[in-house]
T-cell receptor, first 115, second 111 residues
């Protein structure tokens, strides 16, 4: 186990709805990254939060947004859900010190199905 | 176009045999290259991490190599076990931290 937890494990939504996914990072970690993984594909970087601020974003539209809290847990919010948003959403926590990023530890993921 | 390409897409090997997975990347410059193992329905787990100046890194029966000149990396699995059945993902970290993931190689180990 990596110490990173995500909730819920599975979720079914309909097109146009909004969803919030949650991630609790490993103790001592200050950085959380979110990824979308379509079936049979590698994870795609959505964005990263470092000390409660967005610190880099992948090629995802603004309807994908996030938050990081003072305890370094994080939320991923997706508005106006589309069918193509169906995927496994992974969060990964790490501990960034002065320079490089430490190894990322992944949670088990949230499987989102949009109907 | 994905900046990290992995091959083969999938492979089947017999228990006890060795195999080598390939990763070619175009990301440059980069901070480090990692190999992850992802079991079906689970999050990826780190196997190895190498900076651009390292050539090889081992973790038990897993050995990763890196050739920064040709922008190639490989992951060698020795004496495969049934529990090695998983997807193996190559990840390159550029300096802006926007990690680039390969699509993965699915390894199936059969008894």
């Amino acid at each position: 186990e990596t110490g990173v937890t995500q909730s819920p494990t599975h979720l079914i939504k309909t097109r146009g709805q909004q969803v919030t996914l949650r991630c609790s990072s490993q103790s001592g970690h200050n950085t959380v990254s979110w990824y979308q993984q379509a079936l049979g594909q590698g994870p795609q970087f959505i964005f990263q939060y470092y000390r409660e601020e967005e610190n880099g974003r992948g090629n995802f539209p603004p309807r994908f947004s996030g938050l990081q809290f003072p305890n370094y847990s994080s939320e991923l919010n997706v508005n106006a859900l589309e069918l193509d948003d169906s995927a496994l959403y992974l969060c990964a926590s790490s501990r960034r010190t002065s320079g490089d990023t430490d190894t990322q530890y992944f949670g088990p993921g949230t499987r989102l199905t949009v109907l | 176009k994905n900046q990290v390409e992995q091959s083969p897409q999938s492979l089947i090997i017999l228990e006890g045999k060795n195999c080598t997975l390939q990763c070619n990347y175009t990301v440059s410059p980069f901070s480090n290259l990692r190999w992850y193992k992802q079991d079906t329905g689970r999050g990826p787990v780190s196997l190895t991490i190498m900076t651009f100046s390292e050539n090889t890194k081992s973790n038990g029966r897993y050995t990763a190599t890196l050739d920064a000149d040709t922008k190639q990396s490989s992951l060698h699995i020795t004496a495969s076990q049934l529990s090695d059945s998983a997807s193996y993902i190559c990840v390159v970290t550029p300096n802006d931290y926007k990690l680039s993931f390969g699509a993965g190689t699915t390894v199936t180990v059969r008894a």
